[in-house]
């Protein structure tokens, strides 16, 4: 019965912004480090960021550092993270998973295209 449905992903331009979110159920949401991956066409996972179960550590991926922002609101059992200044090699479907590997939990994936 767990559940991560993510959220926000879309078209935008090269430069541009988006947030996406992940709507968690099912578990003690804020027990849980939470970590967004990534899958470019043709390419294999990347792990773009996580963040510790109080939200007080982060890690990225050297490539979005700068640009992307990790965040957590416990008590609506989201995570979020926040792209800015994106480029047309962030084009991907970007997955939440909890934990730091890849055998926690997954959700559906949530498209996202930078494009002129």
């Known amino acids: 019965q767990v559940q991560l449905v993510e959220s926000g992903g879309g078209l935008v331009q090269p430069g541009g912004s988006l947030r996406l979110s992940c709507a968690a159920s099912g578990f003690t949401f804020s027990t849980y480090a939470m970590s967004w991956v990534r899958q470019a066409p043709g390419k294999g996972l990347e792990w773009v960021s996580d963040i510790n179960g109080g939200g007080g550590s982060t890690y990225y991926t050297d490539s979005v550092k700068g640009r992307f922002t990790i965040s957590r609101d416990n008590a609506k059992n989201t995570v979020y993270l926040q792209m800015s200044s994106l480029r047309p090699e962030d084009t991907a479907v970007y997955y939440c998973?909890?934990?730091?590997?890849?055998?926690?939990?997954w959700g559906q994936g949530t498209q996202v295209t930078v494009s002129s």
């Open positions: 998973a909890t934990g730091r590997t890849l055998k926690g939990y």
